[in-house]
């Protein structure tokens, strides 16, 4: 399993986790159906709004990762582990954020676990399909996706893309779930966390993912 770990020990402060209340042992919580598309609908407007405010300026291209105006934390590499989430293989995006973004995406992953384990469901993790964008990226992104922004939130590092469609499953012997149940769940954390002011997020139908942009 290609599980993808951060850098970055060193918290400036702690970020109060949103966590998954569990149901008594042997009595598994219910899953909550909702739309996400009515649910999840914070426009470019919103996003870029708050990404500039904990973002860094918008590089060129990758060669100015290193002297970013922030500090920005790896979330991929072949040599980490233990992490709730999986970072996918990007083409037009590198694995690197800022803090506040590093420490929600470990959020979204943990606190999913945690609620699929207590609906009695199979572990599986969270797949992160887009990450920070240079200004690079993104011409070259638009050459072959008409709905690329030239304003990308993801140049800011505070920005993930995470699909609801595929999930990497920790067990390929056990069980298997279903994509709709998957997909509930991890509309749930994310409910969860921007009713704690901690993100917006916007439900994509095209790429088939959550569009998620970390708050200060």
């Not at 040599?79 to 959020?107: C, G, I, Q, T, W």
């Not at 993790?125 to 920070?132: A, F, P, Y």
Request: aromatic share 6%; proline share 4%; glycine share 6%.
């Amino acid at each position: 399993m290609a599980v993808i770990a951060c850098s970055g020990d060193k918290m400036a402060r702690v970020v109060p986790e949103v966590e998954a209340p569990c149901a008594a042992v042997g009595k598994p919580n219910r899953i909550s159906y909702f739309s996400a598309g009515r649910a999840f609908n914070d426009l470019n407007d919103v996003h870029l709004a708050a990404a500039s405010l904990i973002g860094i300026e918008p590089l060129a291209s990758r060669d100015e990762i290193p002297g970013a105006s922030r500090e920005l934390f790896l979330v991929g590499g072949a040599m980490r582990y233990n992490e709730p989430f999986v970072v996918d293989e990007l083409k037009h995006s590198s694995p690197f954020l800022v803090k506040e973004a590093r420490d929600l995406l470990h959020d979204i992953g943990r606190n999913f676990q945690d609620s699929l384990k207590c609906k009695g469901l199979p572990a599986y993790s969270v797949i992160v399909s887009s990450v920070l964008r240079t200004d690079a990226d993104v011409k070259r992104l638009s050459r072959s996706n008409v709905n690329a922004s030239e304003r990308s939130v993801h140049c800011y590092g505070t920005t993930v893309d995470i699909s609801y469609r595929r999930f990497e499953k920790h067990d390929d012997e056990g069980p298997d779930a279903r994509e709709v149940d998957l997909k509930a769940v991890l509309a749930e954390v994310l409910r969860d966390l921007r009713a704690a002011g901690r993100c917006y997020v916007k439900y994509e139908i095209k790429q088939a993912c959550f569009h998620i942009t970390a708050r200060g």
